[in-house]
């Protein structure tokens, strides 16, 4: 049987703070299961881009985790930057990588999407194939 891996990108709106990008970063890195494949912070948009992958069930609790710290730490009534933003965590997509369609990457994103809501309180935007 294939591996099942998935992908996942989010989008934090700070980009220049190492300290608050390191937490968000230890936070996602703190799930078993999951490897952090790249930081990509940009200072004239304020946002970072994260890329980590592994196991669905670890992304998405890396990713929940990652949301949670985002939430904590950035402030978004004092945030400015070049690019649009909609909150402290502006995207979050699941991209099939192995043994995992489309399709069940969507179906995480809701269940992510609902857990954030309840259990955090935040507003959550399904787009695209989710």
């Known amino acids: 049987m294939e591996k099942r891996i998935v992908e996942c990108v989010p989008n934090f709106s700070e980009g220049r ?5 390191k937490s968000i970063t230890d936070a996602i890195e703190a799930v078993e ?3 952090l494949l790249d930081v990509d912070p940009g200072e004239a948009t304020n946002r970072t881009v994260v890329t980590f992958a592994g196991d669905p069930d670890a992304v998405s609790e890396a990713a929940f985790r990652g949301i949670k710290r985002a939430s904590e ?4 009534s004092r945030h400015h930057g070049a690019h649009p933003r909609m909150g402290a965590t502006d995207v979050c997509p699941f991209v099939p990588v192995s043994g995992i369609t489309l399709a069940e990457c969507a179906e995480l994103a809701r269940k992510l999407g609902q857990r954030v809501a309840e259990e955090l309180g935040i507003p959550v935007y399904a787009y695209e194939s989710s």
């Open 17 to 21: 703070d190492k300290e608050i990008i």
């Open 33 to 35: 299961g999951v490897s």
């Open 73 to 76: 730490l950035i402030d978004m």
